[in-house]
């Protein structure tokens, strides 16, 4: 099992950025794939983006050019850095650990809302 700590979420202005951080427990670089997915009130959650152990990346259609997800295997951390954002972005978000077979992790997630 793998122990997530999300952080940086708040409230921002529409056109604004803000930069979530996910601390895991252990190395990332042995993880299948870290993700982060959102959900807003009264919708399934969704997947925003993930990076494979690899490193190669993917993101939704909704948020490329906006939201971009990185990671940092010396520190067993992985960012979503999110610019240019809309009302629409407001969610929960969620860090995934995807170890396959083995199962999923999740974090307890950072609330970013946008608003003026």
């Known amino acids: 099992q793998v122990q997530l700590v999300e952080s940086g979420g708040g409230l921002v202005q529409p056109g604004g950025s803000l930069r979530l951080s996910c601390v895991a427990s252990?190395?990332?670089?042995?993880?299948?794939?870290m993700g982060w997915y959102r959900q807003a009130p009264g919708t399934p959650r969704e997947l925003v983006a993930r990076?494979?152990?690899?490193?190669?990346?993917y993101h939704a259609e909704s948020v490329k050019g906006r939201l971009t997800i990185t990671r940092d295997t010396a520190k067993n951390t992985v960012y979503l850095k999110m610019n240019s954002l809309k009302p629409e972005d407001t969610a929960t978000y969620y860090c995934?650990?995807?170890?396959?077979?083995?199962?999923?992790?999740w974090g307890q997630g950072t609330q970013v809302t946008v608003s003026s």
């Open positions: 990076i494979t152990s690899g490193g190669v990346a």
């Open positions: 995934n650990a995807d170890r396959g077979a083995l199962g999923n992790d």
């Open positions: 252990r190395s990332i670089f042995s993880i299948e794939a």
